[in-house]
């Protein structure tokens, strides 16, 4: 059973500094894009950064130059480093990835459970 486990989420105070983690496990093929997105009380889930296993990545306007997305070594886990960090980046955050767990099928998309980011004073 392929999952996604996510670590790191916690209360912090504006200004500070947060970095979560996100490790895909299972029968794993390969790992292409893998993302965060987050989910604030009473609003969507959206789109916070992403990477695709090429490097390339991309952002929300409202984290660009403060966040950065990258992959680990192993091609299978994704960091976000969350700097400057906002009340209303409070949000639980989510990792989500295309995992394919053969060489000939399409990759499927896969959410972990969430951690809770609390921004704060």
């Known amino acids: 059973q392929e999952q996604l486990v996510e670590s790191g989420g916690v209360m912090v105070q504006p200004g500070g500094s947060l970095r979560l983690s996100c490790a895909a496990s299972?029968?794993?093929?390969?790992?292409?894009?893998m993302g965060w997105y987050c989910q604030a009380p009473g609003k969507q889930r959206e789109l916070v950064a992403a990477i695709q296993s090429s490097g390339i990545t991309n952002y929300a306007d409202s984290v660009k130059g403060r966040f950065a997305v990258s992959r680990g070594s192993a091609k299978n886990t994704v960091y976000l480093q969350m700097n400057r960090l906002k009340p209303e980046d409070t949000a639980v955050y989510y990792c989500n990835a295309d995992i394919a767990t053969t060489g000939w099928g399409t990759p499927h998309g896969y959410w972990g459970q969430g951690t809770q980011v609390t921004v704060s004073s």
């Open positions: 299972g029968s794993i093929f390969s790992v292409s894009r």
